[in-house]
């Protein structure tokens, strides 16, 4: 089993920036991968980005391209979401997700494709 916990959310105004973390505890040798889904009300539980433990190759929807970054500190387990150019639109739980699966292509951004999930953690972001 892997545990993570995100922390960072909060509310901030449109063009500001804030960044996420979500500490993995427990069996991390079993991560291939990690990334952040986020989920807004009302919608699907949606990808934002995922990076390869090892490598450390990312991969961004085209939604956040350019304004998020995702990366990782391995020696602390911990992967970190550094949200730029805020948009009211970003507004949403963000989710945590690590798989132990050797994924590729399309299924980066498969939610079925993540067997770890933190409890999310909240980002609003006012007009």
């Known amino acids: 089993q892997v545990q993570l916990v995100e922390s960072g959310g909060g509310l901030v105004q449109a063009g500001g920036s804030l960044r996420l973390s979500c500490a993995a505890s427990g069996r991390t040798r079993s991560r291939n991968a990690m990334a952040w889904f986020r989920q807004a009300p009302g919608k699907e539980r949606d990808f934002v980005a995922t990076i390869r433990w090892s490598g450390g190759s990312t991969y961004y929807a085209d939604s956040v391209k350019g304004r998020f970054t995702i990366s990782r500190d391995n020696t602390k387990n911990t992967v970190y979401l550094q949200m730029n150019s805020l948009k009211p639109e970003d507004t949403a739980v963000y989710y945590c997700?690590?798989?132990?699966?050797?994924?590729?292509?399309?299924?980066?951004?498969?939610?079925?494709?993540?067997?770890?999930w933190g409890q999310g953690t909240q980002v609003t972001v006012s007009s």
């Open positions: 997700a690590a798989t132990s699966f050797s994924l590729s292509g399309s299924r980066w951004s498969r939610v079925a494709d993540y067997d770890y």
